[in-house]
């Protein structure tokens, strides 16, 4: 996992290609949440059917607001563990670098997805996240870095033992 580095900070500070953001904004997050409800309510295994959004991602350009390119993802809800919720997050990091090989950068930095007000646990997110970031890698020989940014300690040391250092 030699391209792969650890960053405690801001991700507007670094100098990569693109920054992969999860969509956490209210359009997206309240949505999923109606579906969690509705789903709740009925069959359990209508969330997953229902909810289109999971794993989209679309770019947004670099501009001369914003000097980097932003890959946004939208991750899945934690609900327990039983509605390939970590299946559907490593999409979302396997579509990242996906989308990130296709524009040929060679940088990226990645913030957590799916944690937060997702629920998502940390320790395997960050599993998840480190495995499909290495698994392209090895398949991007062109791509110079990923980064793992995170914004305090704990997060920064789960991603340094999952990476190894």
Not at 30 to 40: A, N, P, T
Not at 100 to 114: C, D, G, L, V, Y
């Amino acid at each position: 996992m030699h391209r792969i580095k650890i960053h405690q900070g801001k991700v507007a500070t670094l100098n990569v290609d693109a920054i992969v953001n999860p969509l956490i904004g209210k359009d997206s997050f309240d949505r999923q949440k109606s579906h969690k409800e509705s789903s709740d309510k009925t069959n359990p295994n209508q969330f997953q059917s229902q909810n289109s959004l999971i794993g989209e991602i679309r770019i947004v350009p670099a501009s001369a607001d914003s000097p980097n390119a932003v890959i946004e993802v939208i991750g899945p809800l934690w609900r327990g563990g039983d509605y390939q919720e970590e299946e559907q997050l490593a999409s979302c990091y396997r579509k990242a670098m996906d989308m990130a090989k296709k524009q040929n950068f060679r940088i990226i930095a990645f913030t957590p997805i799916s944690g937060g007000a997702k629920g998502f646990p940390a320790n395997r997110a960050t599993k998840i996240a480190v495995q499909q970031v290495d698994s392209a890698l090895r398949k991007n020989p062109l791509m110079e870095w990923v980064i793992f940014c995170c914004s305090d300690p704990v997060t920064t040391a789960l991603y340094r033992t999952q990476v190894g250092r």
